[in-house]
């Protein structure tokens, strides 16, 4: 029962007291203690058979898989009592208990607990930064949760924070290398030798959800992080082997979780369970979901959909074996969007397949979606470069330097997240063009370039850009916009594509057969070419008005732009790489 299996300086600690498991007829191994301590530190030894496909190493210290806390990944399981509660926890709010956001009003922010605050121009005490309860602490500074308010999203997806691997000395990492997933990430609390991370994360999910704001997680099961405490339990239950015994590895992290094997499968359905059951959480974003074997993702709608109907899951549908989005449309699930993804940041510099583009935009329907809910529609994310990187001119691919033609680009981008059907979902800083200096994966990047720099919305451009995104999520919130958020499949002529004979421009008008009566018909016509183009439009019924420009966007209406009637041929000129948005209904 000392502090830690292995101190930080690599000198053994040997436990207090050692109790020899039994095997029980349907082999499971098992040792009952009572009066343990809660708080009280164990560990595993696990020995078996040699042999050229196992990893038993009977020196060697295990955290429990099953644990609720550990002290660090690389420390040991720790005793908790989950029905405890303490100055900081007195059990779930009312408004937490009730907090139901319809899935066809869910805007996405993705973020990562260390990046929100660590910087210090997230003006959170330096003691806070990095943690769950400096999340809460950017409130009234300007920055953090006032910032997302300001912006609209209603959805946090926290990057993993299930424990993985951070240090003795916490450093930074994305959170993909998970190790134990029903313990939430110990080196973003205050004190993670005593799993204050369990009331401290309880805590931060409860006044998020107080402040109307659901919360995602995304979870890492289809492979182990660097502390593989499965590798040393069951090596080929666990993962998929080669033939010559050596680990599969369509991950790209160096080893594939056997997902399909039952104890797995179980750990896992469980796992997904007790995050919502436990922590409140509102949906999953499931990392490299192909690695997860079919019947697993069906086993997990099942019980989800019979116990929590509300909870959404997505799938991030692809590894290096290959991709199952068409497996995905067939089910409740949700999956990231590259056929959204790719074709949009190609149209918005003035190239691409408007073609392509038109199935985005109508939620993938046509190729692999049932409808259009299941496309989470992003052109950022923490994989890969920022956006600005990306679609920069700047040499390096180097996006930290702005100028009017971003500005100009990321609006356009802008428009077509959330004027698209589908679920929209944008990364942190994406909305003030955040640049991480060219590099296209951060992930071993550190402090540096990962954590958000609250100061850089001060750039000329950012500002800009950022109050764009703002506007354009509260118009597609608004009843104006409702026509953008849609549910159940529509039918083809829901949405109406308009073409001007050029590849670099596209219209289209959502509810354009009135399908939805009552609810506004919106218009985009888009042009990203360095010209003017003009769109001769067959316009629907009704009053029409003009609701962004490219500048602004009001769902009310831009001031000072004429209502034209409807029902007759209309033409209109639309500047370079600038998208106007009508609606009718006025």
């Known amino acids: 029962d000392g502090p ?30 009572d009066g343990l301590r809660i708080g009280q530190y164990y560990a595993f030894r696990v020995d078996g058979p040699a042999g050229d496909a196992e990893g038993f190493n009977a020196a060697r210290w295990l955290g429990d898989p099953y644990a609720f806390a550990v002290s660090l990944a690389e420390g040991n399981s720790i005793v908790v009592d989950l029905t405890e509660t303490n100055d900081l926890w007195q059990g779930w709010s009312d408004a937490a208990r009730s907090l139901r956001i319809p899935w066809e009003d869910m805007v996405i922010y993705e973020t990562h607990v260390r990046h929100f605050t660590w910087d210090p121009s997230s003006n959170v005490d330096e003691s806070l930064r990095g943690t769950y309860l400096g999340f809460l602490e950017t409130e009234g500074q300007g920055t953090g949760l006032d910032h997302l308010r300001r912006l609209g999203v209603n959805v946090i997806q926290f990057m993993p924070i299930h424990e993985f691997p951070a240090g003795f000395v916490p450093r930074h990492d994305w959170g993909y290398a998970t190790d134990f997933f029903f313990a939430p990430e110990s080196s973003f609390a205050l004190h993670p030798r005593e799993g204050s991370q369990i009331h401290e994360f309880r805590h931060l999910v409860d006044q998020l959800k107080q402040r109307g704001f659901a919360v995602f997680l ?7 992080g660097g502390v593989n405490v499965f590798e040393a339990i069951d090596r080929p239950y666990y993962f998929r082997l080669n033939p010559d015994f050596t680990l599969q590895n369509f991950s790209g992290v160096g080893n594939d979780v056997a997902t399909e094997r039952p104890m797995m499968r179980r750990l896992i359905v469980e796992s997904v369970l007790f995050w919502v059951e436990e922590y409140g959480i509102d949906g999953f974003r499931f990392d490299l979901g192909e690695l997860i074997d079919d019947e697993t993702l069906l086993e997990i709608e099942r019980e989800i959909r019979t116990r929590h109907p509300h909870v959404v899951l997505h799938s991030e549908p692809w590894s290096f074996r290959g991709n199952h989005k068409d497996f995905i449309g067939r089910t409740t699930w949700g999956a990231w969007n590259d056929e959204f993804r790719e074709p949009a940041k190609r149209f918005v510099v003035g190239h691409g397949n408007p073609e392509q583009l038109q199935a985005a935009i109508r939620g993938s329907v046509t190729s692999w979606a ?12 923490h994989d890969d470069h920022s956006l600005v990187d990306e679609l920069t001119l700047n040499p390096g691919r180097d996006g930290r330097e702005l100028s009017a033609r971003d500005e100009r680009v990321h609006k356009l981008a802008a428009t077509l997240i959330f004027t698209s059907l589908g679920t929209p979902m944008i990364t942190e800083g994406q909305d003030w063009m955040r640049s991480k200096h060219g590099i296209r994966n951060t992930y071993n990047q550190g402090d540096e370039l990962n954590a958000l720099r609250w100061t850089d919305r001060e750039r000329p451009h950012a500002r800009e850009v950022s109050n764009y995104y703002a ?17 159940e499949n529509p039918s083809m002529d829901y949405v109406r594509f308009l073409e001007t004979g050029s590849h670099r421009a596209l219209g289209w008008i959502v509810n354009a057969n009135n399908e939805r009566p009552g609810v506004p018909a919106v218009m985009v016509l888009m042009n990203t070419s360095e010209e003017t183009v003009s769109f001769a439009v067959d316009m629907p019924p009704g009053l029409w008005g003009q609701v962004a420009d490219g500048r602004e966007v009001r769902a009310e209406g831009l001031p000072n732009t004429p209502l034209q009637v409807g029902s007759r041929r209309l033409t209109f000129e639309i500047p370079p790489q600038t998208a106007f948005v009508y609606r009718n209904g006025f």
């Open 218 to 224: 995304d979870v890492v099961y289809n492979h182990i």
């Open 370 to 381: 049932r409808h259009p809910l299941q496309s989470v529609n992003y052109m950022e994310s």
């Open 471 to 487: 506007q354009m999520i509260r118009f597609r919130l608004s009843e104006a916009g409702r026509a953008l958020r849609v549910r």
């Open 4 to 33: 830690y299996h292995t101190l930080q300086d690599g000198t053994r600690v040997e436990p207090a007291t050692r109790h020899q498991m039994t095997r029980d007829e349907d082999g499971v191994w098992e040792y009952t203690l």
